[in-house]
Structure formats: C-alpha cells, structure tokens
C-alpha cells in the first residue's frame, strides 16, 4: 500500500507580509489619534481641577472675607492640589500659581489662578480661572 502524501498547510510569504503591513497601517493610523486622547484627557483634568479651587476659594471667602492664597487654598482642601514651592503649587506637569502676586487688599474681592505645563523651556499649555468661575483657554 502507497502512503498518503500529507499537504502542507498554513501561511505562504505573502500573506504574512500582508498581515504585517496592515497592522503597521493600523498603528500608525491609531497612536497619534490615542496620544490625542491623552492630552485631551490631561486637560480636562485640570480644568476640574481650577473649578475645584474656584470651589474652595468661594468657601474660603465666606468663612475668611477674602480669597486664599494658594498655599491656604492647598491647605483647606486637604493638599488636594499639588505640592507647594514657594507661591506656586506643582501637581504632575502642571504648575498653578496666582497672577498678580495677591495683597490681602485684592484677595478681598478678586483672585486670577493660572495653570501651565512647559515642555523643554516653553510653556505649551495654559489656563486660568478667576473669581467669577470661568475657566480660560491662553494657550492650546
């Protein structure tokens, strides 16, 4: 009796060339779009981030007459912001610092909060928050 010749199965070179190419497509057509998305993501954070210190600074100044610095903002809320360094707050890559330097005089009826991230020496995002509760857009 002959044997039975077996036919060899599976993927021919071109077909694993192929496989190849469209999940290089696939990749190149998806990272940036989810790099997006975390930039995206980073940014709505810390704008609920200004709306949570507008929050704070709202109760602040109705138990104290007047806004909080940043350090008291800090420390009412727990140290819920960042890390202080000197009059700024630092939280991940972002820096948090009150513009113009506050007097109690001002903080009585006004307080301007910015927020920015720098990436090699350059400010690349910037927002801001005062004491009306409108979150601004300076930089993308």
Known sequence: MRPKLSRQT?????????????????AAVAVPSLMGSK??????????????????EIAFHTTRARYARLSELNEFAGSLYGDLYESTLRRR?????????????????????????MKNGRIISAFTIDQSGVVGTLLP
């Open 39 to 56: 930039d995206a993501a980073e940014k709505a954070a810390i704008v609920v981030s200004l709306r949570s210190m507008h929050t704070d």
């Open 10 to 26: 599976g993927f021919s070179l071109i077909e694993a060339i192929m496989v190849v190419a469209i999940v290089a497509l696939v």
């Open 93 to 117: 890559t972002w820096t948090f610092l009150m513009t113009p330097d506050p007097t109690n005089a001002t903080l009585r009826t006004q307080y301007q909060i910015l927020a920015y991230k």
